[in-house]
T-cell receptor
């Protein structure tokens, strides 16, 4: 049972435009959410997080939005750069372990 | 470089065999987590150890076991291997004991296991 879902396996965006990656979850007990970025042949690296008491968190070009009523979070990357091309995983936790989505492969076209 | 090391990078073995994957956490991190990533799947949490003790268990098969040693390195043992066990196995470490403290996890580069 996939409690965290990333329904778009891939996304292509032009350099300089906005990339929006989406993630849906089913467990209302999740109260902490993270995004990880993964390059080929490397492990995932932490990108940004958000707690359920917030609806937005920004870090430079990266912003995560949380809509608790819809059980939906999104990652916005503005402006997108070719170096952002990677697989992005969202993860959620109810406090004891993390549940990961299947990932979205982002390609930023120069 | 996350500071988490995993060996070996690649492992090819046959069905029915047993293998051991090794992980060394970042210096100072007490928690180690193991994840499995199969083709087209997300990262599936297997098990967590904190300072030598099992802290949380996820979707870990009975054929799989893990331990964390006094020097904090961890080993994941996979036995009676099946074709479906072919996957990337990631180890991650963090400072604190549970996700409730919400510290990020630092991932190693993974071990790619191929079962033929």
């Amino acid at each position: 049972d996939q409690q965290v879902k990333q329904n778009s396996p891939s996304l292509s965006v032009q350099e300089g435009r906005i990339s929006i990656l989406n993630c849906d979850y089913t467990n209302s007990m999740f109260d902490y959410f993270l995004w990880y970025k993964k390059y080929p042949a490397e492990g995932p690296t932490f990108l940004i997080s958000i707690s359920s008491i917030k609806d937005k968190n920004e870090d430079g070009r990266f912003t995560v939005f949380l809509n608790k009523s819809a059980k939906h979070l999104s990652l916005h990357i503005v402006p997108s750069q070719p170096g952002d091309s990677a697989v992005y995983f969202c993860a959620a936790s109810p406090g004891n372990q993390f549940y990961f989505g299947t990932g979205t492969s982002l390609t930023v076209i120069p | 470089d996350s500071g988490v090391t995993q060996t070996p990078k690649h492992l090819i073995t046959a069905t029915g065999q047993r293998v051991t994957l090794r992980c060394s956490p970042r210096s100072g991190d007490l928690s180690v987590y193991w994840y499995q990533q199969s083709l087209d799947q997300g990262l599936q949490f297997l098990i967590q150890y904190y300072n030598g003790e099992e802290r949380a268990k996820g979707n870990i098969l009975e054929r799989f076991s893990a331990q964390q040693f006094p020097d904090l390195h961890s080993e994941l043992n996979l036995s009676s291997l099946e074709l479906g066990d072919s996957a990337l196995y990631f180890c991650a470490s963090s400072v604190v004991s549970s996700g409730a403290s919400y510290n990020e996890q630092f991932f190693g580069p993974g071990t790619r296991l191929t079962v033929l």
